[in-house]
């Protein structure tokens, strides 16, 4: 092959290359920015963020607004300082072929939910990376997950769940029941003529 163009092809390659990082850091700040937003109650900054025709979805089976819907929900708390925070600690960045499309998702901290995902997708919109989709989720462990989703379809059935309370054997006291037993004359005139004898310091067996 020509030296011309393996020089050409590296060129490209480099070109591709640095397009690429540079893309990726630019949706990774763009998302720095969603979530420094939310935090600060910063409507403007958040609304930037975002693609015109959002969607973007709660933790909550119903809760799944889109475009000017979410605007109209996210604002009023805003306007009153009460944004939500949630602290990245883990993101990866996958972008799509053509470079119009990112895919992510990252893991957040959040004080009243603790860890939780958020995924989606990123889009170019006016030469600028937004948020096409954004889904919020609380990841389950395996362990717990069955007798979550128990829960789950007993709160959409109306009906409580039942708690059965256990308790071990070792901790029940077995108390035996106490029997009368009734004394004799004799041993009653015993046992006051005991008392008489050692009135002051009675023995042990009166």
């Given amino acids: 092959m020509p030296t011309k163009f393996l020089t050409l ?4 390659w480099l070109v591709c290359t640095s397009a690429s990082a540079d893309s990726l850091a630019e949706a990774d700040a763009l998302l720095e920015r969603f979530h420094q937003a939310a935090a600060q109650a910063d409507f403007a900054t958040y609304d930037a963020a975002m693609a015109e025709d959002v969607v973007f979805l709660g933790t909550d089976a119903t809760e799944r607004w889109q475009g000017q819907a979410f605007r109209d929900f996210a604002k009023p708390y805003f306007d009153a300082g009460k944004g939500w925070t949630y602290v990245p600690t883990q993101r990866s960045l996958d972008p799509l072929p053509g470079g119009q499309a ?5 893991l957040l901290d959040n004080e009243k939910l603790g860890q939780c995902r958020g995924s989606g997708v990123l889009i170019k919109e006016g030469g600028q990376w937004v948020v096409a989709q954004y889904n919020l989720s609380v990841p ?7 007798d ?3 829960g789950i379809r ?3 059935s109306g009906v409580p ?3 059965e309370v256990v308790t071990p054997a070792a901790e029940v006291e077995t108390v ?5 037993v009734e004394e004799s004359p004799a041993a009653e005139a ?13 023995r042990a067996d009166c």
């Avoid at 990112?102 to 990252?106: K, R, S, W, Y």
């Fill in 9 to 12: 092809f590296a060129s490209l």
């Fill in 148 to 150: 979550v989703a128990k």
């Fill in 102 to 106: 990112i895919l992510f998702d990252e």
């Fill in 176 to 180: 035996a029941p106490v029997t009368a």
């Fill in 161 to 163: 769940v039942a708690v």
């Fill in 140 to 146: 389950i462990p395996n362990e717990l997950v069955v």
């Fill in 154 to 156: 007993a709160a959409a």
């Fill in 190 to 202: 015993e046992r006051k003529n005991c008392g008489r004898r050692f009135k002051t310091n009675k």
